[in-house]
């Protein structure tokens, strides 16, 4: 009972601030990029929270659990150097398209394509549907066994908070509760780590071989076969995150034009604390020999374990900050989306913005029957979307680097990359192939840029 009551406080909270700090918007503008007014501090802790989808709260724990320091390494430094690398890049495509939206949408301005803006379009839209999913699927587990609810009720409980605050002000409301949800994220992880560690005898606990004790070392034959099975794939996947999902291109737009660099800085050591300290408990649950009922809710279980039961509120709000800072974003996301449909060039002001929350509800529904599919686990579908998002990787940064190509090329390649990357990719997770997962992503980052460039520089025939 006391878990429906946490999350209809936390509800109450997030609704209420929305309502206080910001107003309902009715303009497009506003609505999609904030003016383009976002100052550092509140958008640094956004891109944080906006960052700390589901695996970095649970998928940081299981594999500093099972995998050790090699695990918790090929998770957390690429999440945070993508970040880093991102950055130039967003400060090119502001240059270059300051009333800008849509990373789709520059592509269209830069070929213009609507075959680009297609693919493109496609990518981020279904990279926007499984992230959500992904969501909402490791919440309402986690919140179903907190609960005793079932996990459809629980996603679609989700769903709906999201929803509540995001559609009054659209990315001001997710920038603005985001911030409050990191501050939540970094309480609660100030208070459980040092807890855990105190409680068990002191830092002698921290185990950070894994509960084998075979992971301690990256160079190791178990720490390479940590990396080709997991820190390979899942480095490519993070390194194409931001450049494949719509969330930071709309932050980019959305930023003072002259803080995007501190902003995206700031906010990728915000988000190392979170699954560093994930990852810390995983270490501890590896020290002390306990075993969970699941690897990958192994942080929860834990804290259920040694702490006394009025800790899981503050657990419950960090994660349902962690997770819901991730869906409102990606509501936004897709609301921005729309603003490249064709239809929106008929449409008044009024009727694009019925439009833009229209596809809100759209997402969490579609989001809301995927991660109700039974056998789906969360470390599946992040490896999978994580590979679906480097579709666009090359493309996208050879073209904010100004190397030539052309509307076919880009094209060309990113079909490749779909048609024979992600296909290699999930066959290997599915049957558990660290070989076809690494050959996979590899063929999907690489061949959507490869192929662009050579089909770009065949010689065209004239007519």
Not at 327 to 346: F, G, H, P, Q, R
Request: aromatic share 10%; glycine share 10%; hydrophobic share 55%.
């Amino acid at each position: 009972m006391y878990g429906i009551i946490v999350l209809i406080i936390y509800a109450l909270i997030i609704i209420g601030a929305t309502k206080i700090f910001t107003k309902s918007e009715r303009n497009g503008e506003s609505f999609h990029v904030g003016d383009r007014k976002m100052g550092t501090i509140v958008s640094a802790m956004s891109i944080a929270a906006t960052w700390i989808w589901a695996p970095a709260l649970f998928t940081s724990a299981e594999k500093a659990y099972i995998n050790g320091f090699a695990g918790l390494f090929w998770f957390l430094v690429p999440n945070v150097l993508c970040l880093m690398l991102f950055i130039p890049f967003a400060k090119k495509i502001r240059r270059e398209m300051p009333n800008g939206i849509t990373l789709s949408g520059y592509m269209h301005q830069k070929y213009n394509s609507n075959a680009v803006k297609k693919a493109y379009l496609f990518q981020l839209t279904a990279l926007t549907i499984l992230s959500t999913a992904v969501q909402l699927l490791a919440g309402g587990k986690i919140l179903s066994m907190v609960t005793g609810l079932p996990l459809g009720a629980m996603t679609v409980i989700l769903a709906v908070i999201a929803f509540s605050y995001s559609q009054i002000s659209g990315i001001k409301a997710s920038v603005f509760t985001d911030a409050i949800q990191m501050i939540f994220l970094l309480l609660a992880c100030a208070i459980f780590v040092p807890w855990a560690i105190r409680l068990n005898g002191g830092t002698p606990v921290i185990k950070m071989s894994g509960l084998s004790g075979e992971y301690g070392n990256l160079f190791s034959h178990k720490g390479l076969e940590v990396f080709m099975g997991f820190g390979l794939p899942t480095a490519i996947g993070l390194f194409a995150g931001p450049f494949g999902d719509q969330c930071f291109w709309q932050r980019a737009f959305s930023i003072r034009k002259d803080k995007i660099g501190k902003s995206f800085l700031l906010g990728a050591v915000m988000f190392a604390v979170v699954p560093l300290s994930m990852g810390i408990l995983g270490f501890i649950a590896a020290g002390t020999g306990f075993i969970p009922a699941d690897n990958g809710t192994v942080n929860f279980e834990l804290i259920q374990a040694i702490f006394p039961a009025w800790v899981i509120v503050p657990f419950m709000f960090m994660l349902i900050s962690g997770l819901l800072s991730t869906v409102d974003s990606n509501l936004c996301a897709i609301a921005s989306l729309t603003t490249d449909l064709k239809i929106t060039e008929m449409l008044k002001d009024k009727e694009k913005m019925v439009l833009a929350k229209t596809s809100m509800i759209v997402l969490l529904i579609i989001g809301i029957l995927i991660a109700n599919i039974p056998g789906l686990t969360v470390t599946h579908m992040f490896l999978f979307y994580c590979t679906l998002r480097a579709t666009t990787m090359l493309p996208t940064m050879l073209t904010l680097l100004n190397v030539r190509m052309t509307e076919a090329g880009v094209v060309a390649g990113i079909m490749t990359a779909f048609v024979v990357g992600l296909p290699i990719f999930a066959y290997g997770t599915i049957l558990g192939l660290s070989v076809y997962k690494t050959i996979g992503s590899l063929i999907t980052v690489l061949s959507s840029g490869i192929v662009a460039l050579i089909v770009s520089h065949i010689p065209r025939r004239k007519r």
